[in-house]
């Protein structure tokens, strides 16, 4: 069970798919859900399930599942291409996932970084953020209030609604993935109950998330939204021994050159992880490697110093 005292909440991307993704082999869905279980029990509070298609499995799916058979870990999509699927569809699929879960959703939505996924589905590439504008105010609107009646540029909503609503009055929050851009941070401003700092803007270090926080607290201002009231996670790779993130750490897929790991014994990655807790975030999504049972258990273990240090500071 995750802990009700933790000041920061930790949790773990599942590898629902790609091509040597879990420690080396392509997951299952046994294998997923034997993961998904095994860090609920070790008591991280939510697991990450990515909503890509190219040699993955479809996201909305195993969530759905994994609803069905967790019973106490949050459940993040990580995070929804709202181009990806009619945007009333979404917030009717979010709204059902939320139901299963009894209130353990939470709702993370962006503009789409993947070409390949667009050309390969026949889905428009032109746009994307105005795109992502109108789909974010049909998906939240439908969520708060239950009913949408909107004709815009590119999505319209005829008098609909969501006749049964899920556990909670105003629906699940809304996590907002940007990659910086300045329309991004608006609506991440105006909209988000979460914002999730990316790795491509940290480069997975702790000065990294220096310029990023002070651009999206420049961001609310300009905006009207109190920093302090968004949400604020960060997404992280921890290694460790049999882990394979050196191998694409480094790649041409990396734009930002080698990729800096977070390694070391459980008392280093519980200071690491107190020390993004200090800088302001609420929430850590770490991509563990090798991303299966081995880096799962050895993750929990930092867990556990984490929770010893975070108590030991705060007493």
């Known amino acids: 069970m995750a802990s009700a005292t933790r000041p920061?909440?930790?949790?773990?991307?599942?590898?629902?798919g790609g091509a040597n993704m879990m420690g080396g082999k392509t997951s299952r869905w046994r294998d997923i859900l034997a993961l998904a279980?095994?860090?609920?029990q070790a008591g991280f509070d939510?697991?990450?399930?990515?909503d890509h298609f190219d040699d993955y499995r479809e996201g909305w799916s195993t969530?759905?599942?994994?609803?069905?058979?967790?019973?106490?870990?949050?459940?993040?999509s990580y995070v929804t291409c709202t181009t990806y699927r009619n945007p009333a569809l979404v917030a009717k699929i979010a709204d059902t996932v939320d139901e299963i879960s009894d209130g353990r959703l939470i709702l993370g939505l962006g503009a789409g970084d993947s070409p390949s996924e667009h050309h390969a589905y026949g889905y428009p590439t032109d746009r994307l953020v105005s795109r992502f504008e109108e789909a974010l105010g049909i998906i939240r609107t439908l969520l708060r209030e239950g009913h949408a009646d909107y004709r815009g540029e590119f999505?319209?909503?005829?008098?609909?609604?969501l006749h049964r609503k899920g556990p909670r009055p105003a629906g699940p929050p809304i996590l907002i993935g940007n990659l910086g851009?300045?329309?991004?941070?608006r609506l991440t401003a105006q909209h988000a109950d979460i914002w999730a700092c990316s790795l491509p803007l940290t480069n997975n270090t702790l000065a990294g998330v220096?310029?990023?926080?002070?651009?999206?607290r420049a961001a609310c201002e300009r905006h009207g939204r109190d920093f302090a009231d968004l949400g604020k996670m960060v997404e992280l790779v921890v290694q460790y021994p049999g882990g394979r993130a050196h191998e694409w750490a480094g790649s041409e897929s990396w734009s930002h050159g080698a990729l800096p790991l977070i390694e070391g014994a459980p008392n280093q990655v519980a200071e690491t992880l107190l020390a993004f807790h200090a800088k302001g975030f609420d929430y850590a999504n770490i991509w563990v490697e090798p991303c299966d049972a081995s880096g799962f258990e050895?993750?929990?273990r930092a867990l556990e110093a984490f929770d010893r240090l975070s108590a030991a500071h705060m007493g």
Do not use: W
């Open 8 to 16: 920061m909440q930790i949790g773990v991307f599942l590898p629902n």
């Open 210 to 216: 220096d310029g990023p926080l002070a651009d999206m």
């Open 181 to 185: 851009g300045k329309r991004m941070q």
């Open 155 to 161: 999505y319209s909503v005829n008098n609909c609604e």
């Open 37 to 40: 279980q095994q860090v609920e």
């Open 298 to 300: 050895q993750l929990a």
């Open 46 to 50: 939510f697991v990450a399930v990515l």
């Open 63 to 76: 969530l759905a599942a994994l609803a069905a058979t967790t019973s106490t870990i949050t459940l993040l």
